[in-house]
């Protein structure tokens, strides 16, 4: 067991290790341009160190708040130091606005920017109350966030016009665990249970018709990091043994590697080691299982 939840792996990490370093060499994303929605706080800003320490030539952060994501882009300039050649651009977005969105696209466009990466690591939040109870409206706006808005930003970063660092284009998931674990996070987060899993399906279908030599789909929990949103949410720092952000940032780079292309179109956790998955019966099992790891009714 690794905290409440079961693992499917030997050995689970809370910190990044030797197989997820963004300093391999096979892990390399020299050249390329990685965008990451939410990328100015908690994982996503991770997400963004771990990028940057890949060498990718632009990290693109997306937020709503123009002053924090302009603070963010230039800590996040600072960090990489004299020694990173690459550039950090904060671009404001709320991807839950489907003008904003096409907006974003439209500038990338102009810009002459082709997107290489693409991390959706937004999410939005529904009350602890049974649906009926929050109410169509509400759960529809989170529905637009958390589905319709992630199908939209995949859609876009797909059909871009030109050619990238690699004739692969790589989407990264920031998920939930809630998406395998029903009975302790999904019943007890109805409406964002039910629109990540609607979320992660979404993606798994995509993957299903998208061979991942033209995108590929990696979706994963990044584990628990204690955030300004966890903090905002009555979390403290000694309620749980927290993971560190270098864990799902680091797992972020794996993931948009060719390594990770077993996994696409499957849903992992960031605390699972890696060369386990790569290797054994685990590998048998993605190999030979086309629904292992993937939402569905399985078992009937």
Not at 279 to 299: M, S, T, Y
């Amino acid at each position: 067991m690794w905290g409440p939840y079961a693992t499917l792996t030997d050995t689970v990490h809370k910190n990044s290790y030797a197989a997820i370093d963004p300093l391999r060499p096979e892990l390399s994303q020299a050249g390329r341009t990685v965008v990451i929605t939410g990328g100015n706080s908690g994982v996503g800003y991770g997400v963004a160190q771990a990028f940057i320490r890949a060498s990718a030539a632009r990290v693109i952060i997306l937020g709503r708040r123009v002053e924090v994501l302009a603070t963010a882009a230039q800590n996040l300039t600072v960090e990489a130091g004299a020694g990173y050649k690459g550039e950090v651009l904060g671009l404001p977005c709320d991807i839950s606005d489907v003008a904003a969105v096409n907006t974003l696209w439209e500038k990338l466009r102009a810009d002459g920017i082709f997107v290489d990466v693409l991390v959706l690591n937004v999410a939005a939040f529904a009350p602890s109350k049974p649906l009926l109870e929050v109410g169509t409206d509400a759960i529809w706006k989170i529905y637009g966030a958390n589905v319709r808005a992630q199908l939209q930003m995949t859609e876009r970063f797909y059909k871009q016009e030109g050619k990238g660092a690699s004739d692969t284009k790589n989407l990264v998931h920031v998920s939930t665990a809630s998406i395998h674990d029903f009975i302790k996070i999904t019943s007890n987060a109805l409406g964002y249970g039910l629109t990540k899993h609607a979320g992660q399906l979404t993606l798994q279908l995509i993957a299903q018709d998208t061979p991942p030599e033209k995108m590929q789909v990696v979706s994963y929990h990044p584990g628990a990091i204690f955030t300004d949103a966890a903090k905002s949410s009555g979390w403290t720092e000694d309620a749980l043994p927290w993971d560190h952000v270098d864990l799902p940032g680091h797992f972020a780079v794996w993931a948009a590697s060719p390594e990770a292309k077993f996994l696409h179109g499957r849903f992992v956790w960031a605390a699972w080691d890696v060369e386990q998955l790569k290797n054994g019966k685990l590998r048998k099992r993605i190999d030979e299982e086309p629904a292992f790891l993937k939402i569905g009714v399985n078992g009937l």
